[in-house]
Each structure stands twice: as structure tokens, then as C-alpha cells.
């Protein structure tokens, strides 16, 4: 099963927007015709719609790093899926690890988000993740099945068809420490294991599921290289158009 590689660049609460529409030219030129990967970035709100106009005619996908599950309203704050649709994102980060951590985001909102990504249209890309000390008490794979089983609850197959997913372990998150090549294998097989079971054999062979944690050039052919991981969602290494070139052309 030939499966699109992916290589997403999350740049999290970095930038400005004159550096943001720098960053997406640079990426622009560079990623020019030179990767078979689909290639996405998710700058912050005030900057997806200047990144949409640089990429705009290109291939390059652009996302949202998050959403509010209500279309409008008294949310101060808070943003819905038609507005990041009109800023000319396809896509949007659901249930990142810092959301949940910081933001105390549960797997019940993060299906109310899911849901309403669906409703506006975007595609949603979902991010799982065990801590260190739940590695550690070998509660990694029921970490993810609760996740998992939450955040997609009453999702539909067809709209299953469409999700993509995110692999992070927390622990390998801006840390420098990455999950052994072995490691993302096998916890993206565990995951893929559980969309055959939860959707079909069919969904769960189409779809994406991405590696982050410290990917940089030096270890990105190693980790894209297992049969199990369809691309890499990039933090820090994103910030820098060539090291995110450098992931791209590792591949
Ligand atoms: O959280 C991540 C991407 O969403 C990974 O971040 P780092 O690549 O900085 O570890």
C-alpha cells in the first residue's frame, strides 16, 4: 500500500508575520519540485492568511494548529473551522500535546474539535501521545487506544478516510530525545492495528500516520524510512527553512 508521505512543519507559537511569510517563501522555492512528499505548515491564526497568499498556486498545505468546536460566538479567543477555512487553511492540528497539557484539553474535547473540523470542511490531524512515566509503566499502548477511541468516538468511516494522524510521544517533544526508529515503528503499528479494528482494514492501510518528536535532517531517513511511518510532523526543525528542506530532501 503506497501511502503519500507527509512532512508537516507545526510552528507553534513562533513568528511573526513578516517572518512567517519570509519562512513560507523560502519553503516555497525550496521545496519547489524537489519532494514526492506532500508538504504542510501550520503557522500561528494572525499568519495563515499572509502564508496562504505565498503559497497560493503551489502544492503546499497550510493548517490551523487548532479550533474551537462552536461556528461563531461569544468565545473570546477562540476560533472556528470556517474562519480558518476562509484564512485558506485544508487542514488543522486536533489534541497536541501542549494543548492538552497546558490548555487542559481532554480526548472528550478534542472529538467535539474533530468533529467540528469535519463540519468546516478541513481535515483533521490528530495527535496521540504517551508521557514519559506512562512509557515507563508500560501504559503507552493503552494510552493510545483511550485517546484514540475517544477522539474518533462516533467519528464516521468516511470521514475516517480522511483523518491523518500524529504519533508523539511527549517525552521525545522538543526534547532532542527521539523515539528509536524501532519505537515509532512499532507504536504506529499498534496504532494502525487499532484503525483496522475501530474503522476497516482498508481505512486503516490508506491512512497517514506521522511521526513527531525531534525530527531534524540528521535522523528524518531513518525514521521515514520504517514501513509504518507516512511523514513527519516537525516542531523546532520547521522554524528553519533549511532544516525543513533538509527533511524534505532526506526522503
Ligand atoms: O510537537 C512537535 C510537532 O507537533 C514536535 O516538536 P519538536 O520537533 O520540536 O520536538
Known amino acids: 500500500m503506497a501511502r503519500t508521505l507527509m512532512i508537516a512543519g507545526n510552528w507553534k507559537m513562533h513568528k511573526t508575520i513578516a517572518e512567517s511569510v519570509q519562512l513560507a517563501q523560502e519553503i516555497k522555492l525550496g521545496a519547489n519540485g524537489q519532494t514526492k512528499a506532500e508538504v504542510l505548515v501550520a503557522p500561528t491564526f494572525c499568519a495563515l492568511h499572509p502564508v496562504a497568499q505565498v503559497l497560493d ?9 487548532n479550533l474551537f468546536w462552536e461556528e461563531q460566538g461569544a468565545y473570546t479567543g477562540e476560533i472556528s473551522g470556517s474562519m480558518l477555512r476562509a484564512a485558506g487553511a485544508s487542514h488543522v492540528l486536533v489534541g497536541h500535546s501542549e494543548r492538552r497539557q497546558y490548555f487542559h484539553e481532554t480526548d472528550q474535547t478534542v472529538n467535539k474539535r474533530i468533529k467540528a473540523a469535519y463540519q468546516a470542511g478541513l481535515t483533521p490531524i490528530l495527535c496521540v501521545g504517551e508521557t514519559l512515566l506512562e512509557r515507563e ?3 503507552t499502548e493503552t494510552v493510545l487506544e483511550t ?3 475517544q477522539g474518533l468516538m462516533d467519528i464516521t468511516p468516511e470521514h475516517a ?3 491523518i494522524l500524529a504519533y508523539e510521544p ?3 517533544i522538543g526534547t532532542g530525545k527521539t523515539a528509536s526508529e524501532e519505537q515509532a515503528n512499532q507504536a504506529h503499528a499498534f496504532i494502525r492495528a487499532w ?12 491512512m497517514r500516520i506521522l511521526y513527531g518528536g525531534s525530527v531534524k535532517p540528521e535522523n528524518a531517513k531513518g525514521l521515514l524510512s520504517q514501513s509504518e511511518v507516512d511523514g513527519a510532523l516537525i516542531g523546532g526543525a520547521s522554524l528553519k527553512s533549511e532544516n525543513f528542506l533538509g527533511i524534505m530532501r532526506a526522503i
Open 195 to 206: 484503525v483496522a479494528a475501530f474503522f476497516d482494514r482498508q481505512t486503516a492501510d490508506e
Open 147 to 149: 485517546q484514540l477511541g
Open 137 to 139: 509503566q508500560g501504559r
Open 57 to 65: 498556486g503551489t502544492n503546499i498545505l497550510l493548517a490551523g494548529q
Open 170 to 172: 511527549v517525552w521525545a
Open 161 to 163: 478516510q480522511r483523518l
